[in-house]
């Protein structure tokens, strides 16, 4: 399960085919699911934020095959994340909820996508 994230380098930031392609397919997806989604690009960014900052110290398929506790780590790991930046405690949650749904729109997706392959 989550084959198309497992084979994303998120340390590679350039030239990254798999990332491409899975961006691809994420933005049609959310463009048919979703059609009042009009900022696709930053869905996408915000869903794959885990995969993009390995300095959160979480993996991305861990964390979306862990359900409960996995969004619980990463909600934390978010709000160290935001709190250390010097954000007010109402924007850190508010984003931290953001990428939160927007991890759980890449997990709904892949689950779409492995169902209909």
Not at 55 to 70: A, P
Not at 103 to 112: G, I, S, T
């Amino acid at each position: 399960m989550y084959e198309l994230v497992k084979r994303v380098d998120f340390s590679k930031k350039r030239n990254n085919p798999e990332k491409d392609y899975l961006k691809k397919l994420f933005i049609e997806w959310l463009n048919r699911n979703y059609p009042d989604v009009n900022t696709v690009d930053t869905y996408f960014s915000d869903a794959i934020f885990i995969g993009n900052n390995p300095s959160l110290g979480l993996d991305i398929v861990e964390i979306i095959s862990d359900e409960d506790e996995g969004r619980t780590n990463y909600h934390r790991a978010l709000v160290k994340h935001f709190e250390s930046k010097g954000w007010n405690s109402a924007l850190v949650h508010s984003r931290a909820e953001e990428y939160l749904k927007r991890l759980d729109q890449l997990k709904e997706f892949l689950v779409d996508y492995e169902k209909n392959k």
